[in-house]
């Protein structure tokens, strides 16, 4: 097994992962178990598991582990380099292509109509995952006892402070999850 051959299948994984993480799998399974046989199926499980708990990408964090079970960590580094080298090159490419003409008029009218769309895109999924969290997934409750007050309560008081006084979103992320666990625990009886 050459260097060169990790580089190229994680190249590949890396140029064609459109779609998030989970669109990326089947390209990584056919890579690594079907075309390579580098890890078996069980082992490729195993993977997907170990890349979804640990921070990052999975096809990042799967090209480092097994970039590292087939070369070592000069396979681990290939394997990266190689999995995030094409959003490098396409980012270089964009943001060059931005600057040198940014100044077209249709270039900035068309950047004005996608952020409309853009903040469109992150609202849908905040009510998607407000909806989730408030009423289990539904768009509106069909009974009082469908919402989850925790959850709500929750939501209303990180939205509150985070309006207010803007602290670190990371410890309003860690007094909702603290605060969740006890009010879960204490209440799991009634809700």
């Known amino acids: 097994m050459s260097l060169l051959q990790l580089f190229f299948s994680f190249f590949q994984i890396g140029l064609f992962s459109f779609g998030g993480g989970m669109a ?7 890579q690594v178990v079907d075309l390579h046989n580098w890890l078996s199926l069980t ?9 979804e708990m640990t921070p990052g990408p999975i096809a990042v964090n799967a090209s480092t582990f097994v970039g590292i079970r087939i070369a070592g960590l000069t396979g681990a580094f290939v394997a990266t380099f190689a999995c995030i080298l094409p ?4 980012t270089f490419l964009l943001a060059w292509l931005y600057f040198k003409y940014q100044n077209l008029a249709w ?9 409309p769309a853009i903040v469109a895109l992150i609202a849908s999924a905040g009510v998607t995952i407000f909806c989730l969290a408030a009423f289990g997934g539904k768009a509106v409750p069909n009974a009082v006892s469908d919402v989850n007050w925790i959850g709500l309560a929750l939501f209303a008081a990180a939205f509150a402070a985070l309006r207010k006084w803007k ?21 799991g009886g009634i809700m």
């Open 24 to 30: 990326a799998i089947p390209l990584i399974q056919e």
């Open 43 to 51: 082992e490729f499980t195993d993977l997907v598991t170990i890349a």
């Open 87 to 90: 959003s490098c090159m396409i």
């Open 107 to 115: 270039i900035q009218g068309t950047l004005s109509g996608l952020r």
């Open 167 to 187: 602290p670190n979103p990371i410890y309003v992320m860690l007094g909702c999850g603290a605060a969740g666990g006890i009010l879960y625990t204490i209440m």
